[in-house]
């Protein structure tokens, strides 16, 4: 049954957007690996599916999960050591096009990213959803640095939700020393191992964070450690790494940089979970999980229920 907009408008709205890759990472190193009838692994999906049910249960109305349809992106194109596939367990790796399908059976929105990444995914629906005033927060469920440069305020947060931790922007100074403004700046002078970029030699997070600091960005860092206004251990080293790979380091920072333009329609209200689709029950099969069917009906029954309720108040 479609929910009515109009009824539902007067109450906060808090959107929540998965990174669903590090979802599936997650589960597939933490639940035991059992294969279905037809011989696939789907236990990571299965726990994957379970979460994203029990954070509807929790409350949550309107949600976006994005995945890395394809790991590749455009940034393999500007820096050849950039992340792939190579290195994912076969296993994990054919599950990724099953969460996929689990999850629009599931009735939640998804963006399969294959120019981009999920991470682009993530910071342009919080950059749509919060620029609209009715929502009342925006959770980005991801413990991934990257992240931390969309954070803005109490309004745009970030969520681990394994270790259930909620950073917003004076959590993202705290630990990292930076604004989230700076976080891509940081990120290209310290590098980030994941991602397969080596970072400035000799910079690490104390000094990146304490010369950032002052200046914010690389551009307004001066090339000679004697024109510094900030005072850093080893400065003079510093200052000379950045001077000489200072171009390799601007490409570091556009590979941090998220691309808030990335495909994630134009309607956050899109977003909102209505119920599962025709073969969710058929899905829950192919996922052996016999159990979850029922808690989506009952979920399904209790979000129109207070819909109803709510077109009467």
């Not at 007067?10 to 959107?15: A, G, Y």
């Not at 999850?103 to 910071?123: F, P, Q, S």
């Not at 950073?167 to 705290?174: K, L, M, N, S, Y």
Request: net charge negative.
């Amino acid at each position: 049954m479609p929910v009515n907009r109009d009824a539902a408008s007067h109450r906060p709205v808090h959107v929540h957007l998965v990174d669903g890759t590090y979802e599936l990472f997650r589960h597939y190193y933490a639940v035991p690996k059992e294969p279905n009838d037809l011989g696939l692994e789907i236990g990571a999906t299965r726990g994957v599916i379970t979460s994203m049910i029990g954070l509807l249960e929790s409350g949550a109305t309107h949600v976006g999960v994005a995945t890395d349809h394809v790991i590749e992106s455009f940034r393999n194109e500007l820096w050849p050591d950039y992340k792939d596939g190579s290195g994912i367990e076969p296993e994990l790796y054919a599950q990724f096009g099953i969460l996929e399908d689990a999850l629009e059976a599931l009735g939640v929105t998804v963006w399969a990213m294959e120019r981009y990444e999920a991470d682009d995914a993530l910071a342009a629906a919080a950059r749509l959803a919060a620029a609209d005033e009715t929502v009342s927060q925006v959770l980005i469920c991801t413990p991934d640095k990257d992240l931390a440069q969309c954070v803005r305020g109490k309004r745009v947060v970030q969520v681990d939700r394994r270790r259930r931790a909620t950073i917003d922007e004076e959590g993202v100074i705290a630990k990292f020393g930076v604004p989230p403004r700076s976080i891509p700046d940081w990120l290209a002078l310290v590098g980030d191992s994941a991602d397969g970029y080596p970072g400035v030699p000799g910079w690490g997070a104390k000094s990146a964070a304490t010369v950032l600091q002052r200046y914010e960005k690389l551009d307004a860092i001066p090339s000679y450690a004697a024109s510094w206004e900030v005072a850093v251990r080893g400065a003079q080293r510093l200052a000379d790494n950045l001077r000489t790979n200072r171009e390799q380091a601007l490409l570091f920072r556009h590979l941090a940089t998220l691309a808030e333009d990335a495909p994630v329609g134009s309607d956050w209200r899109d977003w909102e979970w209505t119920g599962p689709k025709p073969g969710f029950v058929e899905m829950c099969e192919r996922l052996v999980a016999a159990d979850l069917p029922a808690r989506v009906v009952a979920l399904e029954r209790r979000t129109v229920g207070q819909t109803d309720r709510d077109a009467h108040l």
